[in-house]
């Protein structure tokens, strides 16, 4: 079946079976029903390739990300898919693991592929800024790793989190607090760090210890060794990512060290796995869908000519207390 059986079975002109398929506002009512009649008779499906071209819209959004082994990401990219999935949009992913993979090059950023990016926790930003910015594709930013003036972004607080966490294992009485961060290419584990040494100012301490390492359990279960050997164990264990907690927990295990009986370890992200071991790992959860669906509102909002002007989202975390955190035993 091509259009031209629509014409015939609705007994209309080419001209207002094709405003009814590309959803004309300029059509009847009454006129509009007869043609959707005469699709629904006939199973007509118009090409979607075709619409795109009449349209000057493709209906896919494009969202790059750098790692799919992640609950973080996983929960914003199916708030962004069901976002979009009700304004009639399908999304298309693109994934560059590792940093220098050729971003820049990414297949999306052409206007004719896609309506618009999201670009997630990018790591080559502002070439990715930039680029988008000279081919004038809507995009918008979610917990990227600069501040834009001129560029929609939506991204969680991560000083809060790394203070509130922090906090937590001063109010169980811990004062030799150690930190291990992730990558410092990243904003977030900055911002993490920063709340873990103001939450100790706050409270008239210093850094117990600081390292820095992937978002892997071997990194974490790699540090918590180090410390083991050395002898310089903390007794309350701040960890800028789920992963590298569980590294942590793992290695003072084969130690024989019990969390939270002698050493106290806080996460942060809330991996599914987090609350799936024993002891359940007390963390900082993102709140990944506020994230998704408000930046694909703000995406939209660019698209359709509706943006008066760049947004930036702070959104708040929220501290999961669990088991493996615990009041400091006294000596």
């Known amino acids: 079946m091509n259009i031209h059986d629509v014409v015939k079975k609705s007994g209309l002109s080419i001209v207002t079976v094709s405003r009814v398929i590309n959803n004309s506002p300029t059509v009847r009512e009454v006129n509009r029903q007869k043609v959707l009649k005469a699709m629904e008779e006939l199973n007509y499906q118009p090409n979607s390739a075709a619409q795109s071209l009449v349209r000057g819209k493709t209906g896919i959004i494009g969202m790059s990300i750098t790692n799919l082994n992640d609950s973080f990401y996983d929960r914003v990219i199916k708030a962004a898919n069901r976002k979009l999935a009700d304004q ?164 003072l295990r084969e130690e024989g060290i019990m969390v939270p009986h002698d050493v106290s370890v806080v996460g942060f992200d809330d991996q599914k796995l987090a609350s799936e071991f024993f002891p359940r790992l007390t963390t900082v959860r993102q709140p990944e869908a506020q994230m998704g669906s408000i930046g694909v509102d703000l995406l939209l909002e660019q698209i359709n000519g509706q943006m008066e002007a760049p947004t930036v989202t702070k959104l708040s975390p929220q501290l999961l207390v669990r088991e493996s955190t615990a009041y400091l035993k006294q000596s």
Do not use: C, M
Request: proline share 3%.
């Open 88 to 251: 009639g949009y399908f999304l298309t992913l693109s994934i560059s693991e590792h940093e220098g993979e050729g971003e820049t090059n990414n297949f999306l950023f052409q206007r004719d592929r896609v309506d618009g990016i999201i670009l997630l926790s990018p790591i080559e930003e502002e070439q990715n800024v930039a680029e988008l910015k000279k081919k004038r594709i809507p995009f918008i930013l979610l917990d990227n790793q600069y501040e834009h003036d001129d560029v929609s972004s939506v991204l969680v607080d991560n000083f809060q989190g790394g203070y509130d966490a922090t906090k937590h294992l001063i109010d169980l009485g811990h004062t030799k607090i150690a930190h291990i961060g992730g990558p410092t290419i990243f904003l977030s584990v900055t911002e993490r760090k920063r709340g873990y040494v103001q939450a100790l100012a706050d409270a008239a301490l210093t850094p117990f210890a600081i390292e820095y390492s992937g978002f892997t359990v071997s990194s974490g279960y790699d540090v918590a060794k180090k410390w083991i050997r050395e002898d310089t164990l903390p007794t309350a264990i701040f960890a800028g990512d789920d992963f590298i907690a569980l590294g942590v927990i793992h290695a």
